[in-house]
């Protein structure tokens, strides 16, 4: 196939990476030329996949995003000179608030308010290439964990110790390494939806978008040739366990209807962190899960230091 086709396509993947990954008419042109690609150019199917990988779909308009929360104030903080949008609220011990993959930090900003109240600094950001950030280091609209590991690592740099961590999805992986590695070291942690190995995220897109076995195999080598990705510096499980550092008290919370991540993630992560408290959710899947008003209340609570009790929608782990 021509070069300038190849191009062509790759940039009609691009443009059409959130339908496809949510669905729709693009959903099944991509597993056709996947499941193609398995057989007649492996090695082109597993550089798209690699593309559609990293890629990171456009945020909504910043009217969408909006909760209705009062702005903050605003950070001068950078990463590698690329201006991250970074805000915070509130005084007291420092809250960070850490999105997932393709996300952008308003999705947590119903926990602000709460934990403004509760006594706490809060502070939360756009990974790079995400929402309103500037580009990470693959380019605009490509991005991985380690830029969400990056930018942890540079905003606590500037708001200095951090008492604790809120993430959600791919969040929780970044803080997850990062804790592991001694990066950062806050006190107590909450995981909501937690994401905990590259190799879940792999089975994820190998079932939506229809990769065989070699295309699956041949992204995650171009992910390791091109950016130096590997599986294993991503599996949270067991960097926890080979860890050497201190690890802070921890709250996992899942939805049994997740669609994104195993619902076994959290326990799976539980089974190596010492003391880690595990809630199970029903019937709010991967993102309504982070908004129910069950799972602010306890994540509150817990930060707080308060015991954290089930409520009539979740059940204990």
Do not use: C
Request: charged share 15%; no cysteine.
């Amino acid at each position: 196939m021509p070069i300038v086709k190849l191009r062509s396509f790759r940039a009609w993947l691009a443009r059409h990476h959130v339908s496809a990954l949510g669905g729709g008419a693009a959903l099944g042109v991509i597993r056709t030329a996947f499941s193609v690609g398995e057989w007649l150019a492996p090695h082109l199917a597993g550089r798209l996949g690699q593309a559609i990988w990293f890629r990171v779909p456009p945020a909504p308009p910043v009217a969408k995003r909006n909760r209705g929360l009062a702005p903050g104030t605003p950070l001068k903080i950078s990463l590698h000179g690329r201006p991250l949008q970074a805000f915070t609220w509130g005084a007291g011990p420092v809250v960070l608030l850490m999105h997932g993959w393709s996300g952008w930090w308003q999705q947590l900003s119903v926990y602000v308010e709460p934990l403004v109240a509760a006594g706490f600094r809060v502070v939360t950001w756009d990974a790079p290439s995400h929402g309103e950030s500037a580009p990470g280091r693959y380019g605009p609209h490509y991005s991985s964990i380690a830029d969400l590991v990056d930018a942890l690592a540079v905003v606590t740099e500037q708001v200095g110790p951090v008492e604790a961590i809120v993430a959600h999805s791919a969040g929780s992986m970044a803080a997850g390494v990062a804790i592991a590695a001694g990066q950062v070291s806050p006190k107590r942690v909450v995981f909501v939806s937690p994401s905990v190995t590259g190799e879940d995220h792999i089975t994820y897109l190998t079932k939506h978008l229809g990769w065989g076995r070699r295309t699956a195999r041949l992204v995650q080598r171009y992910a390791d040739q091109r950016h130096g990705i590997r599986m294993a510096d991503y599996n949270v499980p067991q960097l926890i366990a080979e860890s050497t550092y201190d690890l802070p008290e921890a709250l996992f919370i899942s939805d049994a209807d997740d669609y994104e991540v195993p619902t076994d993630s959290a326990a799976r992560l539980a089974e190596h962190w010492p003391g880690a408290q595990v809630v199970l959710t029903h019937g709010f899947d991967h993102f309504r899960v982070l908004w129910a008003p069950p799972t602010i209340e306890q994540a509150v609570d817990f930060l707080a230091g308060k015991a954290v009790s089930p409520s009539p929608a979740v059940q204990h782990g």
